[in-house]
């Protein structure tokens, strides 16, 4: 499988504030994801990130509020932008990496905003 | 509706034991992929075990299982010789329209499954 490393690991933020989480792969794979699991819930799909191209966001997020940049085949940025307590979730980006398509997790970006 | 349900919010069992964690889902795709995850208290999401919507046979690897029962839309977890370390949450997740080779688009997950393994 495939290497992924996210960072940061964890963050607390202020209300009104943005972060950026990177997320760097040890391959160069063609699709990358980002999810978010708020406390308690399970995992929801955030965007598909293309390199090369725009995001495709799913229902409910905006590329306003979540901008994704997806420089090269081995690395992804996710902003969290003018946050709010709701935004407080664990962020994993997820790429597929070989031949049945599994979808291997970074460990994940903990954000907390006051 | 929902397109994966997991109906156990919680399990005990003790160890050495076998367990059962179960997964319905819904899709109207002929091909689509099942496969379960394993987040213990740290956060990381571990991938487990996978089954494409075509694969005859059931998925095994090494302690796990999925039991696929691709009429009943049923693909349940079998955690054999439970060990104290298998704590954790389960999540079954699906991503339809797909198959070996040419994945594209991201997964919809189950409410997942709190096991706790007891001594």
């Known amino acids: 499988s495939a290497v992924i490393s996210q960072k940061p690991s964890r963050d607390i933020c202020q209300r009104g504030t943005s972060l950026t989480i990177q997320c760097q792969v040890d391959?160069?794979?063609?699709?990358m994801f980002w999810y978010r699991q708020q406390p308690g819930q399970s995992l929801t799909l955030i965007a598909t990130?293309?390199?090369?191209?725009?995001?495709?966001?799913e229902s409910g997020f905006v590329i306003d509020k979540f901008p994704i940049s997806r420089p090269n085949l081995t690395f992804s940025t996710l902003t969290v932008s003018n946050m709010s307590p709701e935004d407080s979730s664990i962020y994993l980006c997820?790429?597929?990496?070989?031949?049945?398509?599994?979808?291997?997790f970074g460990p994940g970006t903990r954000l907390t905003v006051l | 509706a929902q397109k994966i349900t997991q109906t156990q919010p919680g399990m005990f069992v003790q160890e050495k034991e076998a367990v059962t964690l179960d997964c319905t889902y819904d899709t109207s795709d002929q091909s689509y992929g099942l496969f379960w995850y394993k987040q213990p208290s740290s956060g990381e999401m571990i991938f487990l075990i996978y089954?494409?919507?075509?694969?005859?046979q059931n998925a095994t690897e090494g302690r796990y299982s999925l039991n696929f029962q691709k009429a009943r839309k049923s693909a349940n977890l079998v955690i054999s010789a439970s060990q104290l370390g298998d704590s954790a949450m389960y999540f079954c997740?699906?991503?339809?329209?797909?198959?070996?080779?040419?994945?594209?688009?991201?997964?919809?997950f189950g409410k997942g499954t709190h096991l706790i393994i007891q001594p």
């Open positions: 997740a699906m991503r339809e329209g797909l198959y070996s080779g040419g994945g594209a688009d991201g997964l919809t």
């Open positions: 997820s790429v597929v990496f070989g031949g049945a398509d599994t979808q291997y």
């Open positions: 990130a293309n390199q090369g191209s725009e995001a495709t966001y």
């Open positions: 391959s160069q794979v063609t699709m």
């Open positions: 089954q494409g919507s075509y694969d005859e």
